[in-house]
């Protein structure tokens, strides 16, 4: 009876770590992204989930939160358009499958939600996706889209609403 409680008890460590490294955070793709267009596909709809997961967290926290929302939102949104894209180029597709890029943004907002992350998992993940849109890369795409859909701008301050 000892040795099956032990090897109960073995059996839950082991299963909690090796869940834990199969979920490493965003920041450990980042420096892959530009090498695997599959990294860079599934950091974009990472980020896109995380966004919309971290919104609803904090729209149910606060209701004086409406710009940030929205700022909160755009981004997500925009994140799903890059996976969308990157995903047409890697399979050669004439145009985006919506349908997919929808699927992905609901399985990461719902892999968030259902996985117990700790608080602070969370929000190192939110603030990789900020940075990423400060990238030499990627700062031009989120200016103009965030320019046009919501009306933020880039100030030395982060973003402002117009």
């Known amino acids: ?15 909690t770590n090796s869940f834990a490294l199969l979920n490493p955070s965003i920041k450990s793709y980042i420096p892959k992204m530009e090498i695997d267009k599959n990294i860079k596909y599934r950091v974009f709809n990472m980020c896109s989930g995380i966004l919309s997961y971290y919104s609803l967290k904090i729209n149910a926290e606060s209701n004086d939160v409406k710009d940030g929302l929205a700022h909160i939102l755009a981004l997500s949104d925009a994140f799903a358009g890059f996976g969308a894209i990157v995903n047409q180029q890697s399979l050669n597709l004439e145009k985006i499958d919506t349908n997919r890029r929808d699927e992905r943004k609901r399985y990461w907002t719902n892999h968030y939600s259902k996985t117990n992350y700790q608080r602070e998992f969370i929000l190192n993940d939110v603030d990789t996706c900020f940075e990423l849109t400060s990238t030499e890369n990627y700062k031009e795409f989120f200016d103009e889209f965030l320019k046009t ?13 117009e």
């Open 1 to 15: 009876m000892k040795k099956l409680s032990l090897y109960i008890f073995l059996g839950f460590l082991w299963c």
């Open 149 to 161: 859909f919501i009306g933020y701008y880039r100030e030395k301050v982060g973003w402002v609403r």
